[in-house]
Protein backbone atom coordinates (compact mmCIF):
# COMPACT_ATOMS: atom_id res chain seq x y z
CA UNK A 1 0.00 0.00 0.00
CA UNK A 2 1.46 3.41 -1.29
CA UNK A 3 2.11 6.12 1.54
CA UNK A 4 0.45 9.63 0.80
CA UNK A 5 1.67 12.73 2.64
CA UNK A 6 -0.24 15.56 1.94
CA UNK A 7 0.88 18.98 3.41
CA UNK A 8 -2.02 22.13 3.76
CA UNK A 9 -0.90 25.14 4.19
CA UNK A 10 -0.41 28.94 2.97
CA UNK A 11 2.58 28.48 1.48
CA UNK A 12 3.32 32.64 1.28
CA UNK A 13 6.08 32.27 -0.09
CA UNK A 14 7.51 28.41 -0.02
CA UNK A 15 10.65 28.01 0.93
CA UNK A 16 13.12 25.49 1.53
CA UNK A 17 11.98 24.78 5.20
CA UNK A 18 8.92 23.73 3.70
CA UNK A 19 10.73 21.16 1.08
CA UNK A 20 13.40 20.20 4.14
CA UNK A 21 10.43 18.64 6.26
CA UNK A 22 8.89 17.29 3.30
CA UNK A 23 11.72 15.48 2.75
CA UNK A 24 12.66 14.32 5.70
CA UNK A 25 8.94 12.84 6.51
CA UNK A 26 9.55 11.35 3.48
CA UNK A 27 12.63 9.74 4.19
CA UNK A 28 11.87 8.86 7.79
CA UNK A 29 8.65 7.39 7.05
CA UNK A 30 9.02 5.73 3.50
CA UNK A 31 6.05 8.10 1.85
CA UNK A 32 6.22 7.71 -1.66
CA UNK A 33 4.98 11.00 -2.16
CA UNK A 34 3.88 14.47 -0.77
CA UNK A 35 1.62 16.84 -2.15
CA UNK A 36 1.92 20.39 -0.93
CA UNK A 37 -2.00 21.71 -0.66
CA UNK A 38 -1.97 25.20 -0.85
CA UNK A 39 -5.30 26.92 1.04
CA UNK A 40 -6.56 29.54 -1.02
CA UNK A 41 -8.05 31.23 2.32
CA UNK A 42 -6.46 30.27 5.16
CA UNK A 43 -7.10 30.40 8.56
CA UNK A 44 -6.26 33.28 11.05
CA UNK A 45 -3.92 35.52 8.21
CA UNK A 46 -4.84 38.55 6.78
CA UNK A 47 -3.13 40.30 3.37
CA UNK A 48 -2.02 37.10 1.95
CA UNK A 49 -0.81 36.92 -1.80
CA UNK A 50 -3.08 36.17 -4.48
CA UNK A 51 -3.40 32.30 -5.11
CA UNK A 52 -2.49 32.28 -8.41
CA UNK A 53 0.95 33.16 -7.44
CA UNK A 54 1.49 30.52 -4.36
CA UNK A 55 0.48 27.95 -6.49
CA UNK A 56 2.82 29.32 -9.45
CA UNK A 57 5.45 29.90 -6.99
CA UNK A 58 4.76 25.82 -5.50
CA UNK A 59 5.33 24.86 -8.87
CA UNK A 60 8.38 25.97 -9.77
CA UNK A 61 10.03 25.25 -6.01
CA UNK A 62 8.82 21.52 -6.79
CA UNK A 63 10.24 21.27 -10.45
CA UNK A 64 13.18 19.37 -9.30
CA UNK A 65 12.34 17.67 -5.90
CA UNK A 66 11.38 13.75 -7.14
CA UNK A 67 7.98 12.63 -5.22
CA UNK A 68 6.67 16.09 -4.31
CA UNK A 69 3.53 17.99 -6.11
CA UNK A 70 0.50 19.85 -5.57
CA UNK A 71 -2.87 19.11 -4.97
CA UNK A 72 -5.66 21.54 -5.71
CA UNK A 73 -9.10 21.39 -4.44
CA UNK A 74 -12.13 23.78 -4.04
CA UNK A 75 -12.19 24.78 -0.56
CA UNK A 76 -11.05 28.04 0.79
CA UNK A 77 -8.69 26.54 3.16
CA UNK A 78 -8.56 22.72 4.84
CA UNK A 79 -10.80 21.30 6.85
CA UNK A 80 -11.23 17.95 8.46
CA UNK A 81 -15.06 18.40 7.91
CA UNK A 82 -14.98 19.11 4.33
CA UNK A 83 -11.43 18.23 3.06
CA UNK A 84 -10.27 15.37 4.26
CA UNK A 85 -12.97 13.31 2.73
CA UNK A 86 -11.83 14.37 -1.11
CA UNK A 87 -8.34 13.68 -0.06
CA UNK A 88 -9.69 10.31 0.97
CA UNK A 89 -11.53 9.53 -2.16
CA UNK A 90 -8.90 10.72 -4.25
CA UNK A 91 -6.06 8.60 -2.71
CA UNK A 92 -8.52 5.73 -2.25
CA UNK A 93 -6.13 2.41 -1.40
CA UNK A 94 -3.47 4.42 0.51
CA UNK A 95 -2.33 4.98 3.57
CA UNK A 96 -2.61 8.77 3.98
CA UNK A 97 -0.28 11.27 6.55
CA UNK A 98 -0.73 14.47 7.18
CA UNK A 99 2.39 16.82 7.68
CA UNK A 100 1.80 19.59 10.09
CA UNK A 101 3.61 22.14 11.95
CA UNK A 102 3.44 22.19 16.12
CA UNK A 103 1.93 25.36 15.69
CA UNK A 104 -1.40 23.48 14.72
CA UNK A 105 -1.55 21.95 17.54
CA UNK A 106 -3.04 24.94 19.16
CA UNK A 107 -5.49 24.69 17.48
CA UNK A 108 -6.36 21.53 17.10
CA UNK A 109 -8.52 21.17 19.95
CA UNK A 110 -10.84 23.62 18.43
CA UNK A 111 -11.34 22.18 14.90
CA UNK A 112 -14.85 20.69 14.26
CA UNK A 113 -14.45 16.78 13.43
CA UNK A 114 -11.20 16.43 14.75
CA UNK A 115 -12.26 13.21 15.77
CA UNK A 116 -11.99 11.90 12.07
CA UNK A 117 -8.36 12.70 12.04
CA UNK A 118 -8.06 9.04 13.63
CA UNK A 119 -8.04 7.62 10.13
CA UNK A 120 -4.93 8.94 9.05
CA UNK A 121 -1.17 9.55 10.47
CA UNK A 122 0.16 12.85 11.54
CA UNK A 123 3.72 13.76 11.00
CA UNK A 124 4.54 16.83 13.27
CA UNK A 125 7.69 19.37 12.60
CA UNK A 126 8.82 20.36 15.63
CA UNK A 127 10.39 24.21 15.31
CA UNK A 128 10.71 25.77 18.96
CA UNK A 129 9.57 23.25 21.03
CA UNK A 130 11.06 19.75 22.12
CA UNK A 131 9.58 16.15 21.03
CA UNK A 132 8.46 15.74 24.68
CA UNK A 133 6.43 18.62 24.84
CA UNK A 134 4.20 18.09 21.77
CA UNK A 135 4.15 14.84 21.97
CA UNK A 136 2.32 15.68 25.44
CA UNK A 137 0.54 18.52 23.71
CA UNK A 138 -1.07 15.83 21.42
CA UNK A 139 -2.07 13.33 24.25
CA UNK A 140 -3.89 16.02 26.11
CA UNK A 141 -5.56 16.67 23.01
CA UNK A 142 -6.59 12.63 22.64
CA UNK A 143 -7.69 12.63 26.06
CA UNK A 144 -9.65 15.99 25.72
CA UNK A 145 -11.24 15.11 22.83
CA UNK A 146 -12.03 11.07 23.74
CA UNK A 147 -9.73 10.32 20.72
CA UNK A 148 -6.64 8.04 19.22
CA UNK A 149 -4.45 9.75 17.28
CA UNK A 150 -1.90 7.82 15.04
CA UNK A 151 1.15 9.89 14.68
CA UNK A 152 5.23 10.74 14.44
CA UNK A 153 6.90 13.94 15.92
CA UNK A 154 10.60 14.46 15.26
CA UNK A 155 12.39 17.87 15.07
CA UNK A 156 12.42 19.16 11.65
CA UNK A 157 15.69 20.56 10.23
CA UNK A 158 15.96 24.11 8.49
CA UNK A 159 13.55 25.09 11.20
CA UNK A 160 14.78 28.10 11.49
CA UNK A 161 13.46 29.72 8.32
CA UNK A 162 9.95 31.05 8.10
CA UNK A 163 7.85 32.45 5.67
CA UNK A 164 7.26 35.94 7.94
CA UNK A 165 11.23 36.09 7.78
CA UNK A 166 11.71 35.64 4.34
CA UNK A 167 8.63 38.44 3.65
CA UNK A 168 9.89 40.46 5.89
CA UNK A 169 13.68 40.05 4.09
CA UNK A 170 12.39 41.24 1.11
CA UNK A 171 10.04 43.90 1.94
CA UNK A 172 13.60 45.53 3.02
CA UNK A 173 15.40 44.80 -0.47
CA UNK A 174 17.03 41.75 0.52
CA UNK A 175 17.93 38.27 -1.13
CA UNK A 176 16.42 35.95 1.67
CA UNK A 177 18.49 32.45 2.50
CA UNK A 178 16.29 29.40 2.25
CA UNK A 179 14.04 30.80 -1.31
CA UNK A 180 14.87 28.67 -4.50
CA UNK A 181 16.10 31.02 -7.17
CA UNK A 182 13.17 30.42 -9.53
CA UNK A 183 10.95 31.37 -7.12
CA UNK A 184 12.88 34.14 -6.07
CA UNK A 185 12.97 35.61 -9.86
CA UNK A 186 8.90 34.95 -9.87
CA UNK A 187 8.65 37.45 -7.00
CA UNK A 188 10.93 40.01 -8.39
CA UNK A 189 9.23 39.65 -11.75
CA UNK A 190 5.63 40.20 -10.20
CA UNK A 191 6.93 42.79 -7.87
CA UNK A 192 5.39 40.58 -5.00
CA UNK A 193 6.41 40.93 -0.68
CA UNK A 194 8.40 44.50 -1.70
CA UNK A 195 7.20 47.77 -0.05
CA UNK A 196 6.11 48.97 -3.37
CA UNK A 197 3.84 45.44 -3.91
CA UNK A 198 2.39 45.45 -0.83
Known sequence: ???I???SGTFDPI???HISFAREAMNKYGLDKVFFLP???PRRKQGVKAFNHRVEMLR???LRQPGMGTVILKHSRFSVQYTLPLLLDRFAGTRMYLLIGEDTLDHLVDWPNVEALQVVNLIIGVRTKSVAEVCSTVEAICITKGVVFRYNVFQAQNSDISSSYVRKELRHGKKPAGL???VQKYISANNLYSISGE
Open 5 to 7: GIY
Open 39 to 41: EPR
Open 60 to 62: LAL
Open 180 to 182: NSS
Open 1 to 3: MKK
Open 15 to 17: HNG
